[in-house]
Structures are given as structure tokens and as C-alpha cells.
């Protein structure tokens, strides 16, 4: 019998834990802070609390990383320059979860083959 599934599967590799992750790679105070600071900021909009805008923006999924800190670099700069009015939030997969042909997303696929 002729094997036909999972033909390009090389190896399979176990991912470790949310906990193993957090420990290798800490979250910075930095980074604690934008993402606590976001969240209130779209609780407070979501509650109407705050009346500026709730704006959430893609790409959808990314395929280069130094791409996509350019991208998001240049959000950020538009971002601060609407604050007053627009709560910027950037949104993006780093795997294509509802995709069933083609390309599975970075994490999947980082050499897009």
C-alpha cells in the first residue's frame, strides 16, 4: 500500500508548556505594561468609558518578522499620532488556523516551503 498522508511531515516535535514558555522567554516590565495598558484602554472604550475609537488592524498573518516589525513600528508612529481620537490595536496570526491548503503560517512554515 502506498503511503499518501503526511508525506512532507520530516519530524514531529512535542511544543512545551504556556508555564515552560513564560520561563524561558519572561515577559520585560515594557511589554508587561503595553499590553496591561491596551487592555484597559479597550475595556474603557468596550464600556464606554472612553469615547475614542477601538481600532484593530492586520495584517492577517505575517510570513517575514523583520517585515512585520517594520509594519508595526510604522503603526505604532500613527498610533501615537492619533491617540487623542483612535486606540490602535495591531492584530496578527503567526499561523493560519483555518487554512486547509497552502501555506499553515510561520509558525508552521518559517521557510515558506
Same mark, same amino acid.
Given at each position: 500500500?502506498?503511503?499518501? @498522508?503526511?508525506?512532507? *511531515?520530516?519530524? #514531529? ?7 515552560? /514558555?513564560?520561563?524561558?522567554? &519572561?515577559? =520585560? ?8 495598558? @491596551?487592555?484597559?484602554? *479597550?475595556?474603557? #472604550? ?7 475609537? /477601538?481600532?484593530?488592524?492586520? &495584517?492577517? =498573518? ?52
Amino acid at each position: 500500500m502506498t503511503i499518501t @498522508s503526511n508525506v512532507r *511531515i520530516r519530524e #514531529i516535535k512535542e511544543l512545551i508548556t504556556p508555564d515552560q /514558555l513564560m520561563s524561558e522567554v &519572561p515577559l =520585560s516590565a515594557s511589554a508587561a505594561q503595553t499590553v496591561l495598558g @491596551s487592555r484597559q484602554a *479597550i475595556h474603557r #472604550i468596550l464600556h464606554e468609558m472612553d469615547d475614542r475609537l /477601538l481600532v484593530i488592524i492586520g &495584517p492577517c =498573518s505575517i510570513h517575514d518578522p523583520k517585515a512585520a516589525m517594520e509594519y508595526a513600528n510604522r503603526l505604532l508612529e500613527q498610533r501615537e499620532r492619533f491617540s487623542a481620537d483612535l486606540e490602535v490595536v495591531m492584530r496578527v496570526y503567526f499561523e493560519k488556523p483555518r487554512t486547509t491548503v497552502g501555506w499553515k503560517g510561520l509558525i508552521n512554515d518559517p521557510h515558506l516551503e
